[in-house]
């Protein structure tokens, strides 16, 4: 498929094969698979010789330069009398269709529809499933929102059902039979299937506040059924669609207002008023914009990580296959004089030595194509990455485990806090609600405001009653950047300049990071959803939003205001980063939940879902130490699962589905023998290969003991090999 294609044998170039050369199986003697992934073929050629030829340029996805063409089948097809056979022709796309479906029951694909659950959603003619579409509609909410919520809920038992491919469908029987026993009033009821009681949990859990509005299952399926062809157009059909509505490169039909960038990446604030003065003009972009809830969130996500794919930056193999190419950087971290820098009282040295200031001044110079790059190398795991870890003074090995740490670490110090409540490297600062530990959202937060910052409220407060009103639409529109930058600002905006790059770069190798920002001041504003300002101060202040429910209070609104343009003008920054890393015009195809949960995974510890992906070398399931081990997980609290997690898997939070997971997480028998004071040794993992050892306790209350200890104490990795006293000097000495 390639022209002129090269056949190697060793090192030697033995010619070229022409475009469109077809090799018979007989001359196919060897396939092989290198680390790469890409399959290599030792074939004999009639002029050049024995000698072997790659299918791919290099792994990943990249076009084939080979393709491999199946055998015939002589069942299937007609023998024209040469011993060819001839591929049978269909006059319609019907008789094509009935076709395969024959084959498809004769294969028996079709034995599920003999249950009775099948049967009952048997559809007869065409008048009847438009009549059920017209009926599945969700009571009391519009078309919009009730297939919103609908393809929302089958997104979620997509994620935990099995038998899903590509994140995108799953079995149909299986998800009517959880909606079928969720709905309170169907008749339709078959608990005879092997579902997992957890999908049930996450159905009612999904439709508890519309369950008594729900139509019958048939009539909910036939428009899950809709929104499942849509979406399988969608998937072919995005690359092709428009992400960005093309006024927004535009100058005209703005007015006053104008177009160019959009309204939040301006730093303008949206809001019903301004909304009156732009003329919203129609195009494909924006209709997508306003109906991306009816696109399954693994539809977007598969749209998503193509892009990524092909945006990656190449990089050219080594000549040992386990040795990372010099195109990969190397980046030193000292992490022991970094835990004992955000140990002491001082923020000035937590600034300067931390990881993620380590991080930021080594990667000060690196572009955005370095960070996306996506090596995977031989023996580790699987994991992407664009960079090498060196961890100074530990002497650990980069087999992925290093390099999954800084990133947790980094995520780790930015929300760290002083004695004094205050953040401890000014990146990132705790919100209101958080200090006061009122309203919901009590774990956010938000940007650090910069010091002795002033912007144009400040000035305003003492001439409001001069303005007009226009002057004060313009004043809360430009907000953002009409504002005095000082040293403090250029420093904050710089570090979440490296925030974003460093959270873009995470999700691209598929490492998710505690980031807990504000829904609406951050993850929706990145998706540009219109968004409602009241509701977004309550997020981050909920007295400061009842306040300006109760009254005219011009003082405490201009401190709003001014809050909130600082957190829109930082955003800019972090979006900036972000955008140098992923392609940020996409991430309007999505909600802000939806990306939220992208970048950020699940910030609950699933314990039963990590349970379903273990695998046990020297203990079976039902060992009693097994399930003392489950059991003092469960008990854990959510800071304690973290810290469990980071200890073996070098990251703090799980994937959002069991589809997510590179690799199954290991327990594996320790064989050491006790002390001789009758002590158990300390369980000890492996971060790069997300693996467990643990010895046999005698007993719950010991592993529980043991394995708490071990978590919460340790300061370094397991060390792989013994450093020289140089680098152990290096690490250990005093700040």
């Known amino acids: 498929m390639r022209s002129d294609l090269e056949i190697f044998d060793g090192s030697e170039n033995l010619g ?31 002029t050049l010789g024995r000698g072997w030829i790659s299918g791919r340029i290099r792994g990943g996805k990249e076009e084939p330069i080979v393709e491999v063409i199946p055998f015939g089948n002589d069942d299937d097809n007609d023998d024209d009398g040469d011993g060819n056979t001839q591929p049978e022709h269909y006059s319609t796309p019907e008789e094509s269709a009935n076709e395969w479906y024959k084959h498809y029951v004769a294969a028996g694909g079709g034995t599920e529809s003999s249950s009775p659950i099948s049967e009952s ?28 919520l609908i393809a929302s809920v089958y997104g979620k038992l997509v994620d935990v059902l099995p038998h899903f491919s590509d994140g995108v469908e799953c079995s149909f029987i299986d998800c009517a039979t959880v909606l079928a026993s969720a709905s309170p009033k169907d008749e339709v009821k078959d608990f005879s299937s092997s579902i997992d009681a957890n999908v049930h949990e996450v159905a009612s859990e999904s439709l508890v506040h519309v369950i008594d509005r729900l139509p019958s299952t048939k009539a909910l399926m036939a428009r899950i059924a809709m929104l499942r062809a849509l979406n399988r157009r969608a998937h072919v059909a995005l690359p092709w669609l428009p992400m960005r509505p093309y006024q927004e490169g535009s100058c005209i039909l703005g007015g006053l207002h104008g177009f160019g960038a959009s309204l939040e990446r301006a730093g303008r604030t949206w809001d019903s008023k301004s909304t009156n003065k732009w003329a919203q003009v129609t195009s494909i972009a924006s209709r997508f914009r306003s109906c991306r809830e009816l696109f399954f969130t693994g539809t977007k996500r598969t749209f998503l990580e193509g892009v990524m794919d092909a945006t990656t930056t190449p990089t050219p193999l080594s000549n040992d296959e386990y040795e990372l190419p010099r ?18 009282n001082d923020n000035n040295l937590k600034m300067k030595h931390s990881v993620f200031s380590q991080m930021q001044r080594e990667m000060r110079g690196w572009s955005g194509a370095t960070l996306r790059r996506g090596f995977v190398a031989k023996g580790h795991g699987g994991q992407k990455r664009a960079f090498k870890v060196k961890l100074v003074g530990e002497g650990v090995n980069d087999y992925s485990g290093p390099y999954r740490e800084v990133f947790t670490d980094s995520m780790q110090e930015i929300t760290d806090l002083d004695d004094t409540g205050s953040s401890s490297l000014g990146v990132l600062e705790p919100t209101a609600n958080n200090q006061s530990e009122v309203g919901e959202g009590r774990d956010l937060f938000m940007f650090a405001r910069p010091a002795d910052s002033s912007s144009i409220f400040s000035e305003a407060k003492l001439k409001l009653d001069l303005l007009s009103s226009e002057e004060i639409d313009l004043m809360k529109s430009f907000s953002s950047i009409a504002h005095k930058k000082n040293e403090s600002a250029r420093e904050i905006e710089e570090a979440l300049l490296y925030l974003g790059r460093l959270a873009g770069t995470a999700c691209r190798h598929g490492i998710p990071v505690d980031l807990p920002l504000p829904l609406g001041m951050v993850w929706k504003r990145l998706t540009e959803e219109s968004i409602d300002m009241k509701e977004t101060l309550r997020e981050m202040d909920i007295l400061a939003a009842r306040r300006l429910q109760d009254g005219d209070d011009h003082d405490a609104t201009l401190v709003t205001d001014e809050l909130l343009a600082t957190q829109r003008r930082l955003l800019n920054s972090f979006a900036e980063g972000i955008s140098s890393v992923l392609p940020v015009e ?15 995974g699940n910030p609950d510890i699933d314990v039963e879902m990590l349970r379903r992906v273990t695998e046990y070398e020297g203990y079976n399931n039902d060992d009693d130490v097994i ?88 300061t370094t990795m397991e060390s792989d090999y013994v450093t020289n006293d140089v680098e152990v000097g290096e690490g250990w000495r005093g700040l």
């Open 16 to 46: 070229n094969i022409p475009l469109g050369t077809i090799i018979p199986a007989e001359d196919i003697i060897e396939r092989r698979l290198n680390s790469c992934g890409v399959a290599r073929y030792l074939i004999n050629h009639e």
């Open 121 to 148: 959603f048997d559809i007869e003619s065409l008048d009847e499933f438009q009549a059920l579409l017209s009926a599945g509609k969700i009571h009391g909410l519009n078309d919009m929102d009730s297939d919103s």
């Open 327 to 344: 195109d990969v950087r190397t980046l030193r971290v000292n992490r022991l004089k970094a835990r004992r820098a955000m140990t002491s």
């Open 586 to 600: 996409l991430l309007s195809a999505f909600t802000g939940e939806q990306l939220r949960d992208i970048m950020c």
């Open 627 to 714: 399930s003392h081990f489950w059991e003092v997980l469960r008990e854990m609290t959510t800071s304690e699962r973290k810290l469990f997690l980071q200890f073996v898997w070098a990251r703090n939070r799980l994937p959002l589905k069991e589809s997510d997971f590179d690799a199954p997480f290991k327990i594996q028998k320790d064989t050491k023998f006790i002390q001789e004071d009758g002590d158990y040794p300390l369980p000890s993992a492996s971060t790069c290969f997300f693996s467990l050892t643990l010895p046999e306790y005698p007993d719950k209350e010991t592993l529980k003991r043991k394995l708490l200890f071990a978590i919460e104490n340790v």
